[in-house]
């Protein structure tokens, strides 16, 4: 069983930037596709971002517009989210997500892919 903990949200004024992290447990890390999704109140969760097993593959929503970037340690067993030029449209829980895979490159876009899921980390841009 992988466990995931989200950690880097906070209150940033628009135009400004945060670094996600996630920390996963219980599992080789170096297998796992990873995710970025977010929530805002009264809405679905969304895809954020994707990053492969190797790091080498990384998709991101069509509302990311260069602002974030996803990258992974596979040594540390984390996953980071740089979000620069954030908006307040960007309020949201953050929730980081994993799924074995045995394919290197494969991206997963869809929440229905991925089996683990963290708590969250609450992301607010004030304007």
């Known amino acids: 069983q992988v466990q995931l903990v989200e950690s880097g949200g906070g209150l940033v004024q628009a135009g400004g930037s945060l670094r996600l992290s996630c920390a996963a447990s219980?599992?080789?890390?170096?297998?796992?596709?990873m995710g970025w999704f977010r929530q805002a109140p009264g809405k679905e969760r969304e895809f954020v971002a994707a990053?492969?097993?190797?790091?080498?593959?990384?998709d991101y929503a069509d509302f990311v517009e260069g602002r974030f970037t996803a990258s992974r340690d596979n040594a540390g067993n984390t996953v980071y989210l740089e979000m620069n030029d954030l908006k307040p449209e960007d309020t949201a829980l953050y929730f980081c997500?994993?799924?074995?895979?045995?394919?290197?490159?494969?991206?997963?876009?869809?929440?229905?892919?991925?089996?683990?899921w963290g708590l969250g980390t609450q992301v607010t841009v004030s304007s």
């Open positions: 997500a994993a799924d074995f895979t045995t394919r290197p490159t494969v991206t997963k876009l869809q929440t229905h892919q991925y089996a683990f």
């Open positions: 219980g599992g080789t890390f170096s297998s796992l596709a």
């Open positions: 990053i492969s097993r190797s790091g080498v593959n990384t």
